[in-house]
């Protein structure tokens, strides 16, 4: 660190200047324009004036749109606990296994980013379908099965195909298929800077594996967990895609009811209430975390 | 085939599709002849021309159309609305031609520059969404019904009774999303008119339909066809010409106009407010009127055609297909959807939203 800390300021705004501009111009602004859309009133079918009114925060308030937000809510954090249990083992089994197999690994985790998301979910629609791969696989299973007990005489009913595609439970899965790499990612990057001596140490004073887990190995990777449980509950309370596909009758999420409202409802500024409903709802979420992290961070000064 | 499934899946992508494909044509063009380059740009729904169409109106014009697609008209709408980015004809449904027109997005029709109007069958010269055809030429018609797997149904089930009012096919059931369409094809159940359904009869309709929720597999944006054939659902709420289309792939399927009555669309040729070329596109909608074109457009596509030249030409099995032309008593009690205003549509949307979160 020899070098003039002038000149290096001037690199850093040198590079720096590039992605602002481009975060201004294709995020914040954007973004700008459809905030002031939620304060505003359609005057007709493709004008709106933005005067200040709060009658689409006002409408999207009321407790129908509420409950909708609600049940979001509940898929997401329903998503994040389930991401968070499989991806728990997995991050573990990734940051312990050796370089190698730690390389394979992590590409079969990322490459399912290769695909579009619409393409994986019709793909999972295939899979579920009435007459899909698994109600193939077990009718196939059943039949063998009703084959072999008809040898010895008894009769099995006739298979009925399981109801998995259009319902809630469908929804959950394409959300925790979608999600489980954010959730995988930082957990590993967090576990697999851990210092390996210290769980060994706890284990050489006396702590059983669960005690070294709830005590040593959880707590640093802390920083990694609720990453990825930001990571995962954000996006799978805006989720569109996959209840609009993959959900039944009353799978509606919030995001689906913003998709009306700026398509056949040309309600534009209703939609934008909502959809800033849903931003303020995750401003909280991420500076509940960072007042966490630095909680966590203020004790070791 | 119109509305495909996964077309509106892509609908966001889909509109960036063709607006790269547009970046193309608008720019850098050399003056012609009549003082329009010889390039034309349609917008139209997926698999909604004739196989050799465009082939042909080049050969006999020189002008070449580039054609993009929407998977709904709200996604047209949308565009138009935005500024037209360059289309010269589209292709909105009745109800679209109305929101077009009340926005100021449609440029009155020059009738003299489109001869081949005479072609047009008398009930559809005047239709209420556009008296006189001062905006709008009808392209093809199509009436909401139901499709259904014969082998998995009783009979034929010619009334909305089956899919909005009855468990007898629980679980098996599929109807629209779309909250104008389920609205009023329910007030036509409950024996009213699909125009100013007076509010208490969509409260019950509204009703109706919370009942019947348990018995709905899924409310599908008009992929009902791809439902049906899959077998995810045996009995399906769906346009007669997405069915027909099916139906030459799978012979177990068929169709019904309920007896209650429906909804009848009309998708139109329209030339957009802005449109770079007029006499273009004057010319193309001229075309299209033509006996020829009309019929090589709906041998391929299988949506009844409003163009009376060009059903003449047609083999019987076009016709006579029920499927296709629905029995007249079934056609007596259908009304054309329209558009009643931002209010009603909202009311629609917030009616359709409640029956999803009951």
Not at chain 1, 182 to 208: C, K, Q, T, V, W
Request: proline share 6%; hydrophobic share 50%; glycine share 8%.
């Amino acid at each position: 660190m020899d070098r003039p800390i002038a000149e290096a300021r001037g690199l850093f705004g040198f590079l720096v200047v590039p992605p602002t501009a481009w975060l201004i111009a294709f995020f914040l602004a954007p973004l700008g324009i459809v905030w002031a859309y939620s304060f505003g009133e359609n005057i007709s079918l493709t004008k709106i004036v933005v005067d200040g009114s709060l009658d689409a925060y006002a409408h999207a308030l009321q407790p129908l749109y509420l409950g909708i937000i609600g049940k979001s809510l509940a898929f997401a954090v329903l998503t994040t606990l389930l991401c968070l249990c499989i991806g728990f083992p997995v991050a573990v089994a990734m940051a312990f296994a050796k370089p190698r197999t730690k390389a394979w690994l992590l590409l079969l985790v990322m490459l399912p980013f290769w695909t579009n998301l619409l393409i994986r979910t019709y793909a999972l629609m295939a899979v579920l379908r009435t007459e899909g791969y698994v109600n193939l696989t077990l009718g196939w299973g059943w039949r063998s099965l009703s084959a072999v007990t008809r040898l010895v005489g008894l009769r099995m009913p006739v298979f009925h195909p399981l109801v998995l595609l259009h319902t809630d439970a469908a929804v959950v899965l394409g959300l925790v298929y979608v999600q489980l790499p954010f959730m995988i990612l930082p957990l590993y990057a967090a576990l697999d800077r851990l210092d390996r001596s210290l769980i060994e140490a706890s284990l050489d004073l006396g702590a059983s594996q669960i005690g070294a887990f709830a005590r040593v190995v959880a707590p640093m990777a802390a920083p990694g967990i609720i990453s990825g449980i930001v990571l995962t509950l954000i996006p799978s309370v805006g989720a569109y895609l996959t209840p609009d596909l993959l959900g039944g009758p009353s799978s509606l999420m919030i995001a689906n009811v913003i998709e009306r409202q700026f398509r056949s409802a040309d309600d534009w500024p209703f939609g934008a209430a909502l959809s800033f409903l849903l931003m303020y709802l995750t401003l909280v979420c991420v500076a509940a975390q960072s007042l966490a992290a630095r909680r966590r961070t203020a004790p070791a000064r | 085939m119109r509305r495909r499934s996964l077309l509106a899946g892509l609908g966001a992508a889909a509109a960036g599709l063709s607006f790269s494909g547009l970046a193309g044509c608008t720019g850098g063009e050399d003056a012609k002849a009549g003082g329009e380059a010889a390039r034309l740009n349609l917008y139209n729904w997926d698999t909604y021309i004739g196989a050799t169409t465009l082939a042909d109106f080049r050969a006999a014009t020189g002008i070449a159309v580039k054609m993009s697609l929407f998977a709904t008209d709200d996604e047209l709408f949308a565009r138009l609305a935005a500024g037209n980015p360059g289309f010269d004809v589209i292709v909105p449904s009745n109800a679209y031609v109305s929101r077009l027109r009340i926005s100021d997005l449609l440029e009155p029709l020059d009738l003299a520059k489109i001869p081949n109007r005479i072609n047009i069958l008398p009930k559809f010269q005047n239709p209420d969404f556009d008296p006189g055809r001062r905006y709008s030429m009808p392209y093809t018609w199509l009436v909401l019904g139901i499709g259904y797997r014969k082998s998995k149904v009783d009979g034929v089930p010619d009334s909305w009774k089956w899919v909005m009012d009855s468990d007898r096919y629980r679980g098996r059931i599929g109807v629209f999303s779309e909250a104008d369409d389920m609205i009023e094809l329910g007030a036509k159940y409950l024996g009213y008119s699909a125009r100013n359904i007076p509010r208490e009869v969509i409260d019950r309709v509204a009703a109706m339909y919370i009942r019947q929720k348990p018995n709905i597999k899924i409310f599908h944006h008009d992929e009902g066809q791809d439902l049906l054939l899959a077998g995810e659902v045996d009995i399906v709420m769906e346009y007669n010409g997405d069915i027909a289309q099916v139906m030459a792939e799978d012979p177990d399927l068929d169709f019904v106009t309920p007896r209650e009555g429906s909804l009848i669309d009309s998708d139109c040729l329209c030339i957009p407010k802005g449109a770079p070329r007029p006499d273009n596109a004057h010319r193309f909608i001229n075309y299209v009127l033509g006996a020829q074109a009309g019929a090589e457009i709906a041998r391929t596509i299988r949506y009844p055609t409003p163009n009376g030249a060009a059903l003449a030409l047609m083999p019987s099995d076009y016709r006579e297909n029920p499927v296709i032309f629905p029995p007249p008593a079934a056609l007596a009690r259908c009304e054309y959807a329209a558009f009643e205003g931002l209010e009603r549509a909202r009311l629609y949307d917030e009616t359709m939203t409640r029956i999803f979160v009951a």
